[in-house]
């Protein structure tokens, strides 16, 4: 069935760091593919999408491209802030949106 | 617009009791979905309506737990005889008329716990 993996947290940086957050999928189809964050105490809200291969979603200075040869969808972000601190979320959706377990990311001032 | 909301934000039960959240989804909005998030796990999708229809409820416990989305008011996700495993936070999500499965719009979350 489908899947999203993505690399467990929590990830630790200091602002203005880089940062890469890994996401890779199965699926047996074409799905659309998403970054979600979740802020504490909040629902999750839609950071970026790629609805086709080699698709770049950007948001926020956040960017991911959807590369089909490697089924990943990692999310960069080239300096990051402490306000960036929060659960992020890659997701697929074919029939259904099946999410990864989420990654926490500390942003250290 | 006033976004997804879900009351309560916080709910505590006993064993056994009944636990029922709302989800009043974004104007304009006939589809609603629920998801459960358990410590440290992603969402889980669990049940997904439209005004008086359960569309796919595949991911819904085959017993204790119902879902419905009348014509007036807000969807209810009833759990009863909850169990501690029932803790979890619940969200909601909702989209447009014309968009199947498409962008959601997450709420903020009911946090149940039983004791």
């Known amino acids: 069935g489908n899947s999203v993996t993505q690399m467990e947290g929590p990830v630790t940086l200091s602002e203005e760091a880089f940062l890469t957050i890994n996401c890779t999928y199965t699926a047996t189809g074409y799905p659309s593919l998403f970054w979600y964050v979740q802020y504490p105490g909040e629902g999750l809200q839609l950071l970026l999408k790629a609805t086709k291969a080699d698709d770049k979603g950007s948001n926020k200075g956040f960017e991911a491209t959807y590369r089909k040869e490697t089924t990943s969808f990692h999310l960069e972000k ?22 990864g377990k989420g990654t926490r990311l500390h942003i250290l001032p | 617009n006033a976004g997804v909301m879900q009351n309560p934000r916080h709910l ?33 999708f669990m049940v997904y309506l439209q005004k008086e229809n359960i569309i796919d409820e595949s991911g819904m416990p085959k017993e204790r737990f119902s879902a419905e989305f009348p014509k007036e008011g807000p969807s209810i996700l009833r759990i009863q005889q909850v169990v501690r495993g029932d803790s979890a936070a619940y969200f909601c999500a909702s989209s447009p008329l014309e968009v199947f499965f498409g962008e959601q719009f997450f709420g903020p979350g009911t946090r149940l716990t039983v004791l």
Do not use: N, T
């Not at chain 1, 080239?78 to 999410?99: E, H, N, P, T």
């Not at chain 2, 056994?16 to 006939?30: D, I, N, T, V």
């Open chain 1, 78 to 99: 080239g300096s990051v802030q402490v306000s960036d601190s929060a659960v992020y979320f890659c997701a697929l959706r074919d029939d259904k949106i099946i999410f």
């Open chain 2, 12 to 44: 505590v039960r006993r064993r056994g009791q009944e636990a029922r959240l709302r989800c009043s989804p974004m104007k304009g909005h006939s589809h609603v979905y629920w998801y459960r998030q358990l410590p440290e796990e992603g969402l889980k």
